[in-house]
């Protein structure tokens, strides 16, 4: 029988807007941030009863139960196999699946395996490669990155020789017609082969795992008759049109900032984002696709364009409105100038402008343009045809606008600024019939297992929405419930279910650095996933989150010593049993004690932090006597 790998499946199902698979069959009304709600197609649904997460790429119908991904979406709805929901989903995004032949081949895993070996093999070379070229240290001294960012962001540096990643690929046993097969390097005229990258500082490219999937160059050497930038060629791994510089690691600050910066050169993004603006992404190696759009699109609907303000610039920026909007991203556009008006890109920005640079560079947006008043300003309106050419153009952006309401509102713009009638007429395309079952016709989706929600303990409940929802407590978190607390038997929760939770996202983070909603959903059982589906939109600043975080922590150690004292009472009565008793009791005060004077003194977070620790072995070393 023929299959797809997981590694297929999943790129296939992160780069799926879930929405917009549903939104086909379903009109769907936004309900937050990547969330929106819908009448259930499995039930004779009356009032908007099914939600739909695009960060976690589920629907969950709250009536009957339905829910579960998009392949399980498609499936259903249009009665599929597997196999057939992928192939439909894959057609419907344009997404490339291998053929048929290479899903039964092994060698198209083994393929993708060999490219994300040597991948990561060569992102740890040229990060080594780099303190030993002082043109690249200097280069990169001239950028003012420091040495962390250089390491957060994988900076390296290729050697000026042909062969000097082929050599250490050969000795950890990698062939260079590999190398090629994985662009890293390139067959020769006289038909040998050579390194890619050569004399180059090196930028890594994430995926949206945050696994390393090809690799920007940047010539040192202005005098060689060569490219400025030289990418990777599209690999078993690696589309150009799929994937956004750094990304991966914004992803998480994008929906908190409420908006994406989008600079177009690798320096722009990580100069932004080492000064403390971190929502922001680069167009780097190709022009702004579809694809990258409909990414974008699940984590915001505003981006802010921070294009060059040369011809080429003003090209990607209308390039770039016209590829959003149908998306529903609402472009804003930004021109950075000096105080004598000339402009400036992004990196040189944050150079000039030092420690303020974060604040005056939020100040900028301030003033960012509206995408129409944009495109009405640079482009020519003097004549009648000018006008009419115009406004053809406008309409022909509206017209693939999902939002009717967004349509209608510019629509009426265009009308009072140039006459326009405020319609699509001779310009709104065909659109596909679309088959809807009649309600009555509709089956009835089966129960599934529901959370027993009044056994959930609120407290804990609550603490691990906090944990998942601020990444400024992940390393924290990950810290405590480590492997070694984990392996101790000894639990914080009174509820299994919230246990699963929260030790599978912590899980997720030790092993990627990210908790990533889509793939930590699907690695939960379904209560647990129940229980993340119910999640909001709540969030929390950094310091209210530490504070909030230390004390419920606190709270959940003193709970398990209560319940560690309740079972000791079910225990024969020994001077043994009495003594931990009392060495429990005592333990709680002392807990409340540090709780109390943490609150009325938070700058002791740390000093609070140690001693959590601290009480966290004493009650291993407690559960090991019952």
């Known amino acids: 029988m023929a299959f797809y790998s997981d590694d297929v499946l999943q790129d296939l199902k992160q780069q799926t807007n879930i929405a917009d698979i549903i939104q086909q069959f379903v009109p769907l009304k936004r309900s937050g941030s990547g969330r929106f709600v819908g009448r259930c197609p499995f039930h004779n649904d009356h009032s908007p009863s099914m939600n739909v997460n695009t960060q976690m790429g589920i629907y969950k119908c709250f009536a009957c139960g339905a829910g579960g991904d998009v392949f399980k979406f498609i499936m259903e709805h249009e009665k599929m196999d597997f196999k057939a929901a992928v192939e439909w989903i894959a057609n419907a995004t344009g997404f490339q699946l291998p053929s048929i032949h290479h899903a039964e081949n092994p060698k198209n895993a083994e393929e993708r395996s060999l490219v994300r070996e040597l991948n990561d093999l060569a992102a740890d070379w040229f990060v080594e490669q780099l303190p030993h070229s002082e043109k690249a240290l200097g280069y990169i001294s001239s950028r003012h990155l420091s040495k962390e960012t250089r390491h957060f962001f994988k900076v390296g540096y290729a050697p000026d020789g042909r062969e000097g990643f082929l050599s250490f690929a050969a000795k950890n046993g990698f062939s260079p017609r590999q190398l090629v097969e994985a662009g890293l390097a390139v067959e020769r005229e006289n038909g040998g082969i050579a390194d890619k990258f050569r004399d180059r500082l090196m930028f890594a490219i994430e995926n949206l795992s945050g696994k390393v999937v090809a690799f920007g160059g940047r010539i040192l050497d202005k005098e060689k008759k060569a490219p400025k930038y030289l990418n990777s060629p599209d690999t078993a791994l690696y589309k150009k049109g799929e994937i956004l510089y750094g990304l991966s690691k914004s992803k998480n600050e994008i ?168 319609d699509f007429a001779g310009i709104r395309p065909e659109k596909e019939k679309r088959k809807f079952q009649k309600e009555d016709e509709l089956p009835q989706a089966p129960p599934e297992e529901q959370v027993p929600w009044q056994a959930l303990p609120p407290l804990e409940l609550r603490f691990i929405h906090l944990v998942i929802a601020s990444p400024s407590l992940w390393e924290a978190a990950s810290a405590f419930f480590d492997l070694d607390f984990a392996a101790s038997g000894v639990s914080l929760f009174a509820s299994e279910i919230l246990d699963e939770l929260l030790s599978t996202a912590i899980a997720e983070y030790a092993e990627t650095k990210q908790i990533h909603l889509m793939r930590l959903h699907d690695s939960l059982s379904p209560l647990p996933a129940q229980v993340l589906e119910s999640f909001g939109d709540e969030s929390w600043k950094p310091d209210a989150a530490q504070k909030e975080f230390l004390e419920t922590l606190a709270e959940l150690e003193i709970r398990t010593a209560e319940r560690m004292r309740d079972v000791l009472k079910t225990k024969p009565i020994t001077g043994e049993v009495i003594q931990w008793r009392l060495d429990l009791h005592t333990f709680a005060s002392k807990m409340q004690q540090n709780r109390t004077r943490y609150g009325e003194d938070p700058s002791l977070s740390s000093t609070f932090f140690k001693n959590l620790l601290d009480y966290r072995n004493e009650l291993v070393q407690f559960s090991s006597k019952l």
């Open 255 to 422: 929906p908190k900032a409420g908006s994406v910066i989008l600079v177009e050169g690798y320096f722009d993004m990580i100069s932004l984002f080492q000064a403390g603006v971190k929502n922001v992404v680069a167009v780097s190696g190709t022009a702004l696709t579809e694809k990258h759009a409909e990414i974008l699109s699940r984590y915001t609907k505003t981006a802010y364009l921070v294009f060059d303000g040369d011809e080429a610039g003003r090209t990607a920026t209308r390039r770039t409105i016209e590829i959003v909007l149908p998306q529903g991203i609402i472009p804003k556009i930004v021109a950075l100038s000096r105080p004598n008006g000339e402009k400036i890109d992004p990196d040189n920005f944050v150079n000039e402008h030092g420690e303020s640079a974060a604040d005056d560079f939020r100040a900028e947006l301030t003033h960012a343009e509206d995408w129409f008043s944009y495109l009405s300003r640079i482009s020519p309106t003097d004549t009648v045809e000018d006008r009419a050419k115009f406004i053809t153009h406008i309409k022909s952006i509206l017209v693939n606008i999902r939002d009717s309401e967004l349509q209608n509102q510019y629509l009426r713009i265009l009308a009072e600024r140039f006459g326009a009638r405020p």
